[in-house]
């Protein structure tokens, strides 16, 4: 269903603190920076493309863009609210799409999101939370203007590499961590601390699989539909970014059963240990019962008691005990429970 777009009064008050980055590019190479309000009309121009780099801006700011390209309501409604999933989607011929990004701050996965709008002769691209700066792929792309000057698709595709290339960090620091925990795991017991880590690593990683995971789809319909803003030239570069999602999902996956094998390989551990305590206590209650039994036997003070009035009784009840206890301590020390 097409909803026409809200239109912007010409008063509207509109903030410039979200504007990161605006300029206007001809055969790859920045020609002006440029004011939003300007921006339909350098990509009116032949051979022009607009660049435009938001971070959290208000609502006024996206109405004003909204207005510039002629955006879609409901793109403009997700992109102010910060809550989607990744997906793609076309409004005729222009496409929206969301990447979820990430980021590992104080030791826990922070994710943010970046909405991308792409028409002809403009991206806008909006990020929102935790983030790295999209500077350096503006900068490696006016770097190379033989790239750069393929047009609106490159520079969408040069975003979401980067945006996937952003995943392996936080996934490397996790990776240190848990080769960290494997290696203590099979000397000693985890402590409840580092088993409340390796819960939270877990439960970090199904999350940023889960926020990943869509990603798959989307490019893999920028690689194979028949999309007005994707040329067939670049299909083969969000293949390669495909490739790299799905490569990331394995790793997710392999690190997930490290840290569960780990948890169990540490539960193993604690029962061993806990085994071998218990088969000790157990040896020396064994070991102390036989001369308890005997002086409780002993000690019960009967009148008839016949060894009571023998000369050597009391020498040969301690030479029974020590017999009987040394004879069950080599026992238990030839079976290992000592």
Known sequence: MNVPSRPTSPAE???????????????????????????????GKPGHVVWIGLHEPDMALLSAVQKQFDLHEL??????????????????????????????????????????FVGEGYLVSVRHG???????????????????????????YAILDFIVDNYSPVLES????????????????LSKAQIERLYMLRR???????????????????????????RQAM????????????NIQERIDSMREVLAFAFEASLLVGQAQETAVSKKLASWLAIIAIPTALAGIYGM??????????????????GLMLTACTTLYLRFRSVGWL
């Open 13 to 43: 008050p509109v903030s410039a603190e979200g504007v990161v980055a605006a300029g206007a590019y001809v055969d790859g190479r920045r020609v002006a920076n440029i004011a939003i309000s300007e921006a339909s009309s350098w990509r």
């Open 75 to 116: 793109a403009i409604e997700d992109a102010n609210h910060a809550h989607q999933r990744p997906k793609i989607e076309q409004y005729g011929e222009a496409l929206f799409i969301v990447a979820r990004t990430a980021q590992l701050i104080e030791g826990r996965i922070a994710f943010g999101e970046t909405h991308i």
């Open 130 to 156: 935790a983030s790295t700066s999209y500077t350096p792929v503006r900068e490696r792309c006016e770097s190379c203007p033989r790239a750069l000057a393929r047009g609106e698709d490159y520079i969408l």
């Open 174 to 189: 996790i990776h240190d961590e848990v080769e960290g925990i494997e290696d203590d795991v099979l000397s000693k017991p």
């Open 204 to 230: 970090d990683l199904l999350r940023l699989r889960n926020a990943i995971g869509p990603l798959v789809e989307v490019c893999r319909r920028l690689e194979h539909d028949e999309l007005a803003m994707v």
């Open 235 to 246: 299909q083969p570069l969000f293949r390669d970014v495909t490739d790299h999602v799905r």
């Open 301 to 318: 003070n009967f009148k008839h008691m016949p060894e009571l009035e023998w000369e050597y009784g009391y020498f040969m009840l301690l």
